[in-house]
């Protein structure tokens, strides 16, 4: 049993798998941008409770388009998709986007805030009490990596890395059991983005959540994720463990570690 | 007699139409924008709303001005008084900018705040109040100043159909052929549109969020 968990799962199984244990359940689901061009294809994939998931594709494979189906920027062509047991369509849209954090590669703070409001913008509409909310954010700042006296600061006075750093810590605010990345480290530096990976890789507020990351770095992925979902043009190719994914023998998964080589080689003992 | 002699002679009446002119523009404005306002947000949200309400906004400005009062003159309560009439034609005057600013600002602010703010769990309310508007607020002021001084010239015409302001001297000063008149009229008016320039511009300068730009700027070159 344990032998046949370590494999690959077939449609079969992960359909087996659908029941409510799944913090989030793609039940065949298509997205269409219009008539004739389809972006994702028939995916069924669950996400288990706890696990981080990294969907690994290039760009176009459809990977995004996922995530923002999770938290209903998106809305399928056909098919479900249930979150912590719930079909999309019983959800309040804003109850769900409340419990689920989204960070983004552009970040899209918002400029008119400093990064204290930036940060206890959900408390705050949730209506927590101002002195939750302060304490919250200064935490936060703290489990991030920043110095809490930034918190009067606005975005534009901070670095790349920093302004990233803060949407993580927003993301985080209302302490979401669900997570969504999107390549949220990619516009980084290589060097502030590395110490990004690894800080989030040991962040405390991470412990429990479901997070769902995108990614088209198999460093990235190797090193953050669970289980790897690889995608291309809007299929699902492979689902995969990380043990597994660097001894598959599928040819898309081979291309990816052949286009990675000369980088993981050197650094899969740290991880 | 010069132009400084006559207005200090005539200081009353001067400060008189200068205020019905600062009335006239006032209202109009504040009513363009209590309209033009929602209607620009509106556009945001339905696209497929904008080629008629721009068309038309548009089409509006190219009637002169004259030629409209003409048209709304027959008009059952607006008609009636000189002043509601002009007030009603500097309105449709001022909606093209207030509705094109309004919608360009909201439309300039960066996708991946709006996309950020979506995801967090903002509903729509809270998104147009708390983040849509707040960063449009500098491109909407630029829409009221250029409304203003576009009426504060207009208005001058006002006087042709009775209703007061500043233009009262212009017309006078016309029939009698004197330009002193003329310009007692003429720079106070210029002198209103250049106040009102420099002030809605200095309003504007205050709220661009200067930081979205810039952040959004620097962003764009990281990635």
Redo the contacts between chains.
Sequence with gaps: MDATLLRPLSVDRLLNRMDSSAAIAFDRVSYHADRDHAILHDLTLAVHQGETLVLLGRSGSGKTTTLKLI?H?LRPTSGEIRVAGRALSEWDV?????M?G?V?????????FTIEKNIG??PK?ENWPRDRIRQRVEELLQMVGLDPQLATR???ELS?GQ?QRV?VA??LAADPPIL?LDEPF????PLTRAQLQREFLHLEARRGKTVVFVTHDLNEALLLGTRIALLEAGRLVTLNTREEFLRSSDPLVVAYRDAFRPDFSGERGET | MNLWQFILQNHAEVTQLTLEHIWLVGTSTLLAAAIGMPLGILLTRWPSLRPPILGSANVIQTIPSLALFGFLLPAPWIGARADRLVILALVLYALLPLIRNTYAGIQSVDPSVIEAGRGMGLTDRQLLFQVELPLALGVIVAGIRVATVLSIGLATIAAAVGAGGLGEYIFRGLAMVNNTVILAGALPAAALALLADLGFGWLEKRLSPQHARRSSSASATSS
Aim: cysteine-free.
């Design positions: 938290n920027l804003i109850r769900l986007r409340r689920v989204y983004i590669q552009e970040v899209g703070l918002f400029p008119h913008l959900v509409i606005y975005p534009r790349g302004r949407g927003r993301a969504l990619g516009a980084l530096d």
